[in-house]
């Protein structure tokens, strides 16, 4: 991007370890006429909020957004036209810490700089076709104002008693304001138009229920586990502070409880102008991940209603686009859940969680949770976004680091290094958009590369973060799982090696992808030669090792059966429950049901004691937790070292709930639903299930319900799509399809019976 601007910023701002007031900018100018056509370009390293003559400039938060600011830097651009009037303008600036400067990556503050800085060009046209340019430089002028610091793991304070009424508009003195310090735009780090969707207001919560929990402290609960901020409304006094905290969950008592925090205070002050009447406030440059909301600092004898919370929800304006819903409250539960949890962490990259001191692209999470996330949003552009971070952060000799962006420096893992193949390989998949193969093809074979170099015999080292919080696990360190770190890590290094012969596959190069073929065949020998043992088993007796081998088709054929009776067993010995963490368990629905035990997936998913999906539902949960025991009803809160409450990698479950449950599959051969698989499993005892997606090419659906001694099944496909239609049971003399049965139609599809359909809404009645 071409800048005839300067960075600018207030100066003797520098943070130290404390952070310091967000400035306020301006700059006045005159306009002989109106242009007919306006645009600006903005951004920030911090965060900004812009407005012209008292108008804000568009709606997006936490703007310019997050990507490795070392490297590059997203802006915006605006269509101002009508902002502008003849005689005096004036722009006017607040600026945050943000990712920026503020505090990150667990312990920094100050990670990028020390200060924020503003960048902002006004390109206008006038009738005679004469283009005029109004660049930040040295004639702005800035000053500290009512906000006294903003921090996204702090949270915000704000003295309403310093506001500087009519700051940014015309004919305000700014005679005091000190003038800009300025630095050129430079070739480093690059400007670009973000081009993925932005942070906006996506919905508002009214409180359920308002408690004085101790005289003077007030919660409120907006009745879902949600991210964003608190808008509130308080009777002013001047000079009194209300302090707002925050909580995902209360303790017994009903008090808040903070631990799982950390050190992210998470905690917003307001202090009011008291100029008469209600006041009302909301941060800007911070956002929490919380429940309830509670107020301290109020007048005495005040009763708060409703009216003086309201819980606005911020994530990137990624379009919803599927639905689940089936017979079962619990499931559709855990749906909701699942939702929340992408709502809560795809707020500028695909977070872990968005309330303690963390909220970073943790590359693991991501990989796990990406088919899921395309079913319930349009995260095309979201994941382009991400990609372009990954590759930024990706190192000279391959490696993938842990957190993209990357603020650790250091560190690899299996499973969360594999994010740069599984990503673009499952957004293809499911958008049917090749650029994401075409971009990513080099970081994809610089990874293969780096698995090689560094494993001379092809199996992986002893590394990375394992089976992540695998339940009742016997290694020490409580975190790691009992799977063997390098048998997890080979794995993943056969299936992203057969991704990458994929990916060379569609982009036409035929050597390159038997190349990669050959690797991963060559892996998966490596694989059986140093994990399967000669007592027929794997050296790690865990569901985790059973569940990469099978679906990763790491095993010769004849080793295949007792594999899987080894996870059948382990399945067993834990009573029907999963023993998986972050690697073992999204494989584990699939897996069965690949191999016929879909009947064993349903039950798995249906538990309700730990450790399954439905246990936190039954405690109360309305988003996804990092731990299968996060909270119970009878032993409280886990460790709080570790304890989200909005954590989407066990949201990962969604996938086979859209594609096996409810049906909707889509076909690796033809990638973005040109054409499909409608292949649902009843089971579980639901009466029915149904899933619906918008693609690019139109609504496509899968569902079912029983209608006593009848299957009803519907596919719906979209205009210039066809989809395959796979019976769960029933010969073709027992299904029916516009009144007849469909023996000229069917095909043996494996065990079961299949016909193909073109676009419409179809239906079919299967007799039991
Ligand atoms: C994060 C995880 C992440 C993990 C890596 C945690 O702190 O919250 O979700 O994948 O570290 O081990």
């Not at 400067?101 to 009738?127: I, N, W």
């Not at 000079?239 to 050190?263: H, K, P, V």
């Not at 992808?513 to 000669?534: G, H, I, P, Q, S």
Request: hydrophobic residues 40%.
């Amino acid at each position: 991007m071409n800048w005839k601007a300067d960075w600018i910023h207030l100066p003797g701002q520098e943070r130290d370890e404390a952070p310091a007031p967000g400035p306020y900018v301006r700059k006045a100018f005159v306009l002989e006429s109106p242009p007919t056509k306006a645009t600006a370009r903005v951004t920030a390293l911090g965060l900004y909020e812009v407005w012209i003559n008292g108008r804000r400039v568009g709606d997006v938060q936490m703007a310019p957004g997050w990507t490795d600011y070392r490297t590059r830097v997203p802006a915006q651009e605006y269509d101002v036209t009508g902002f502008l009037v003849p005689g005096e303008n004036v722009i006017g600036v607040k600026l945050g810490d943000g990712w920026y400067c503020g505090k990150m990556f667990v312990y920094d503050r100050r990670f990028y700089g020390d200060h924020p800085e503003f960048l902002f060009q006004l390109s206008m046209e006038t009738a005679g076709d004469t283009e005029q340019l109004l660049a930040s430089d040295a004639t702005w002028k800035a000053t500290e104002g009512p906000l006294l610091y903003s921090d996204i793991y702090d949270g915000e304070a704000y003295d309403a008693r310093k506001e500087l009424p009519g700051w940014n508009l015309p004919s305000f003195d700014d005679s005091a304001w000190k003038a800009v310090a300025t630095r050129p735009v430079g070739k480093k780090p690059l400007i670009e138009l973000a081009e993925h969707e932005p942070v906006r207001v996506i919905e508002e919560r009214s409180p359920l229920d308002i408690d004085e929990v101790e005289p003077g402290r007030w919660i409120f609960d907006l009745g879902q586990n949600m991210v964003g901020r608190a808008r509130i409304m308080v009777p002013g006094e001047e000079g009194r502070t209300i302090t707002i905290r925050f909580a995902e969950m209360l303790n017994r008592d009903g008090t808040l409880y903070t631990e799982n925090y950390r050190s992210a205070k998470s905690t917003d002050h307001y202090t009011c102008h008291g100029r008469g009447g209600f006041e009302q406030w909301e941060p800007v440059f911070t956002f929490h991940g919380f429940r309830y909301v509670e107020l301290s600092g109020l007048p005495r004898d005040v009763q708060p209603d409703e009216s003086w919370v309201t819980g606005v929800v911020l994530h990137n304006d990624i379009e919803p686009t599927g639905s689940f819903t089936c017979s079962n409250p619990l499931l559709n539960q855990l749906q909701s859940n699942i939702v929340w949890g992408q709502k809560g962490n795809f707020l500028e990259v695909p977070t872990d969680c968005p309330q303690r001191n963390e909220r970073l692209g943790w590359t693991g999470d991501a990989q796990v949770f990406c088919p899921t996330a395309s079913f319930n949003f349009d995260v095309l552009a979201f994941f382009h976004k991400w990609m372009k971070d990954v590759r930024d952060a990706q190192k000279e000799n391959g490696l993938v680091p842990l957190v993209v962006p990357d603020g650790f420096g250091e560190g690899e893992s299996p499973a969360w290094g594999d994010a740069v193949a599984i990503v673009p390989w499952e957004v293809y998949l499911r958008y049917g958009d090749m650029t994401i193969l075409e971009d990513n093809h080099d970081a994809i074979r610089k990874w293969i590369a780096f698995q090689k170099n560094d494993s001379p015999d092809l199996v992986r080292a002893d590394r990375g973060f394992g089976d992540w919080l695998q339940p009742y696990q016997e290694n020490e360190d409580q975190l790691r799982g009992d799977t063997e770190r390098s048998l997890i890590g080979t794995a993943y290094f056969a299936f992203t090696a057969g991704i990458a012969a994929r990916v060379a596959g569609v982009l036409g190069k035929p050597r390159e992808a038997a190349e990669m073929e050959r690797l991963a065949a060559d892996v998966r020998k490596a694989f059986t030669d140093a994990f399967w043992t000669n007592d027929g088993r794997l050296s790690s007796d865990t569901q985790t090792a059973y569940l990469l081998a099978l679906a990763f088709d790491l095993l010769p054929e004849k080793h295949v059966p007792a594999a899987f009776q080894h996870l059948l067993r382990l399945i067993n010995e834990a009573d029907g429950h999963l023993r998986t963490g972050f690697v073992g368990t999204p494989l584990l629905a699939p897996t069965l049901t690949r191999f016929g035990r879909e009947d064993l997936a349903y039950e798995l998913l249906l538990k309700e004691t730990y450790p399954g999906w439905l246990y936190s539902i039954r405690q109360g949960a309305t988003t996804m937790w990092e731990r299968w025991n996060s909270y119970s009803h009878s032993d409280g809160f886990g460790n709080a070292e570790m304890n989200s409450f909005n954590h989407y990698a066990y949201g990962a479950i969604g996938q086979w709930m859209y594609e096996t449950v409810a049906g909707l599959e889509p076909d690796p051969e033809h990638p973005g639903y040109t054409h499909f698989f409608v292949s649902p499993q009843p089971g579980g005892g639901l009466d029915w299930a149904r899933a619906e997606l918008a693609t690019a090419r139109g609504t496509v659906a899968s569902g079912w319900r029983f209608e006593e001694a009848t299957l009803v099944m519907e596919a719906v496909v979209p205009e210039c799509a066809s989809a395959t239609v796979v019976f769960p049971f029933g010969e073709t003399e027992a299904i029916l399809w516009q009144g007849r049965t469909v023996e000229n139609v069917a095909f043996k599809y494996g065990e079961r019976t299949a016909l193909k359909t073109g676009p419409g809404s179809h239906t079919f009645m299967i007799k039991m």
